[in-house]
Structure formats: C-alpha cells, structure tokens
T-cell receptor, first 110, second 112 residues
C-alpha cells in the first residue's frame, strides 16, 4: 500500500514563529487531508488538498501531486497551535480509505 | 463541529468483555469509516461502509465487527476484549468516493 512519511517528527517553536511541515507519499493520490489533533484527542480537519494551494487564516497548504509531497505552513504560531499534525492520503485503488503518516508533534512555547 | 457524532466518549471495561461503539454520520453522507488510534500502531483504517454495504476492510481483527443501518448510523462491535485493544476509535463520514472525510471526536476505550 501507499506509504506516508512526515517530517520533522517533532518541532518546538516560540510563539510568533513560522514553520513548515512536510508530507511525502509513495504513489499517486486522489485524496490528501491535513489534520490537527488537539490535546483532547480531537482530529480537526485543516485542509482537503489533493493538489494545488489553499489558505485559511494563518495556515496554508500546498500539494505538488506530480512530485508526491505536500507542505503545511503555519505562520505567526500561537500556543493553541500545539498538538500533532497528521497528513493522510487516499491512493488510487485504496478503496477510499485514508493512510495516515506518523504525525509531527508541534509545541509552541509562550 | 464536524457533524459526526460518536458515543460514548469514554468507555472503561475489563478483558473478555464486549462493547459497542456508535457513530452518526454527517447529514447526507453515505460513507462511514472506522479508524483505530493506538500508541504503537498509530492511526489505522479498520472498515468502511457505503449506504449500508461493507466496501473495504483494513486491519480489523476477527473479534471486531461493524454494520451500517438503514438510517446510515454505524456500530462497531468489539468482543473478547484484550488489553491491547485499548485505543481511541474514530468514526469518519464522507459523501463517498475521494471526498474529504470528516471525523468524530472519537471513543476512548480503556481495558483494565
């Protein structure tokens, strides 16, 4: 099946800093979603982005499908951005299931 | 609020027992997915239903079963529970196909 690798595994920032999280995948995808898992365990849907670029406030994402990677940008980080960020993909022939990466643990310090 | 409702939020039980987790999808969504999040395995797909029919199976144990009812809600049944079944179980729903999946808040299952 499709492989998903996220980097870095851990990231510690000061409030106000910017960051870039990366997701590499091993095959063509028809679905790519970024999630934020907050300290309460909720999976918050950030972006549905199988290709192209999207922005939502301080967050933006870009997927370059031909090169099999996606980037999540967080600008002017806040302590509430802390948590685990997951990339999940649905590959062709995957029966629509999502395959998740191991996540990036982001800690934003005040 | 994703629109996907999972109950209960927390469940504590003992080894050997059986539990049922419930999921109500977003209004209009025909596909329901179940995922398991554990410390050692991460987030893994278990099973998918579309409009009442099973569509795909992932790493789901034989002790686990699921169904989707005519009103489109779904239940995940876990039996002969073992300590290793302790995990966060998520339900997600989508319109179908490769449309975005929306996740519920999960059911945290603890086996004592």
């Amino acid at each position: 099946g499709i492989q998903v690798e996220q980097s870095p595994p851990d990231l510690i920032l000061q409030e106000g800093a910017n960051s870039t999280l990366r997701c590499n995948f091993s095959d063509s995808v028809n679905n790519l979603q970024w999630f934020h898992q907050n300290p309460w365990g909720q999976l918050i849907n950030l972006f549905y982005i199988p290709s192209g670029t999207k922005q939502n406030g301080r967050l933006s994402a870009t997927t370059v499908a031909t090169e099999r990677y996606s980037l999540l940008y967080i600008s002017s980080s806040q302590t509430t951005d802390s948590g685990v960020y997951f990339c999940a993909v649905g590959g062709r022939g995957s029966n629509y299931k999502l395959t998740f990466g191991k996540g990036t643990l982001l800690t934003v310090n005040p | 609020d994703s629109g996907v409702t999972q109950t209960p939020k927390h469940l504590i039980t003992a080894t050997g027992q059986r539990v049922t987790l419930r999921c109500s999808p977003r209004s209009g969504d025909l596909s329901v997915y179940w995922y398991q999040q554990s410390l050692d395995q991460g987030l893994q797909f278990l099973i998918q239903y579309y409009n009442g029919e099973e569509r795909a199976k992932g790493n789901i144990l034989e002790r686990f079963s699921a169904q989707q009812f005519p009103d489109l809600h779904s239940e995940l049944n876990l039996s002969s529970l073992e300590l290793g079944d302790s995990a966060l179980y998520f339900c997600a729903s989508s319109e179908g196909g490769y449309q975005p999946q929306h996740f519920g808040d999960g059911t945290r299952l603890s086996i004592l």
